[in-house]
C-alpha cells in the first residue's frame, strides 16, 4: 500500500523559505491517477490545504497562501515538494502530504492516505 | 470559499451510546450532474494524522467499523457512531471537496462522559 513520508528541516528562521519534501513509497507518483497535497496544521488547531500538484505539473494552490507558495514533483525520486517563502511564525505548524484522486482535469476528491506529518517551527 | 462549520466543538457521550456530529456547509456540495455529495469525514487521534472514515458523504471507507455512519445532504450533514467505544476518542473533521479550494471543519473533539 501507498505510504507519504515528510522530512525537512524542523526549525526555519522568519522571513526565509521553509522547503519540505514528501517521499510516496509502494506506489509510482507518475500514475497518473492521483493529486499530490500539502496540508498544514498549527498545534491544537484545524487543518489548512495548502496546494497541490499533479505529474504533468499542473498545480492549484490556496489563494490565502498562493504568492508564497510552490509545490514541485521530482518523478525521478518518486517525491514531491513544498516550498513557502518568506515565513512567519504564523506559519508554524505540523505540514502534511496527501494523497487525493485525479479521474479528470480538475477534478476533486477526499484526501488518502495521509503522511505522519511533520512539525516546522518559525523562529529566530 | 466554501466555510465548512461543525457542531458541537465538544462532546461528552458515554461508552455504549450514541455520537452525533454536525456538519453544515455555507454551500450547497451537491453536484447535479452526478447526485453526490463531495463531503468526507476524518478521524484525528493525537500525534497521528487524520484517518479517513467516510467519502461522497455516506461511504465507509474500507476497515471502517460499521458503527460509523454518514448522512446528509446539500448543506447539511451528520456523522453519526452508533456505540461509542474507548477508541473512537479523537477529534473529527468534516471536508468538501466540492470547490478547488478544500476547506475543513473546525473540528468536534469527542470524549467519554
Known amino acids: 500500500q501507498v505510504q507519504l513520508q515528510e522530512s525537512g528541516p524542523g526549525l526555519v528562521k522568519p522571513s526565509q523559505t521553509l522547503s519540505l519534501t514528501c517521499t510516496v513509497s509502494g506506489g509510482s507518483i507518475s500514475s497518473g491517477t492521483y493529486y499530490w497535497s500539502w496540508i498544514r496544521q498549527p498545534a491544537g488547531k484545524g487543518l489548512e490545504w495548502i496546494g497541490r500538484m499533479y505529474t504533468n505539473g499542473s498545480t492549484n494552490y490556496n489563494p490565502s497562501l498562493k504568492s508564497r507558495v510552490t509545490i514541485s514533483v521530482d518523478t525521478s525520486k518518486n517525491q514531491f515538494s513544498l516550498k513557502l517563502s518568506s515565513v512567519t511564525a504564523a506559519d508554524t505548524a505540523i505540514y502534511y502530504c496527501?494523497?487525493?484522486?485525479?479521474?479528470?482535469?480538475?477534478?476533486?476528491?477526499?484526501?488518502?492516505?495521509w503522511g505522519q506529518g511533520t512539525l516546522v517551527t518559525v523562529s529566530s | 470559499d466554501i466555510v465548512m462549520t461543525q457542531s458541537p466543538d465538544s462532546l461528552p457521550v458515554s461508552l455504549g451510546e450514541r455520537a452525533t456530529i454536525n456538519c453544515k456547509s455555507s454551500?450547497?456540495?451537491?453536484?447535479?450532474?452526478?447526485?453526490?455529495?463531495?463531503l468526507a469525514w476524518y478521524q484525528q487521534k493525537p500525534g497521528q494524522p487524520p484517518k479517513l472514515l467516510i467519502y461522497?458523504?455516506?461511504t465507509r471507507e474500507s476497515g471502517v467499523p460499521d458503527r460509523f455512519s454518514g448522512s446528509g445532504s446539500g448543506t447539511d450533514f451528520t456523522l453519526t457512531i452508533s456505540s461509542l467505544q474507548a477508541e473512537d476518542v479523537a477529534v473529527y473533521y468534516c471536508q468538501q471537496y466540492y470547490s478547488t479550494l478544500y476547506t475543513f471543519g473546525q473540528g468536534t473533539k469527542l470524549e467519554i462522559k
Open positions: 454551500q450547497s456540495v451537491l453536484y447535479s450532474s452526478n447526485n453526490k455529495n463531495y
Open positions: 461522497w458523504a455516506s
Open positions: 496527501a494523497r487525493s484522486y485525479y479521474y479528470g482535469s480538475g477534478s476533486m476528491s477526499w484526501f488518502d492516505p
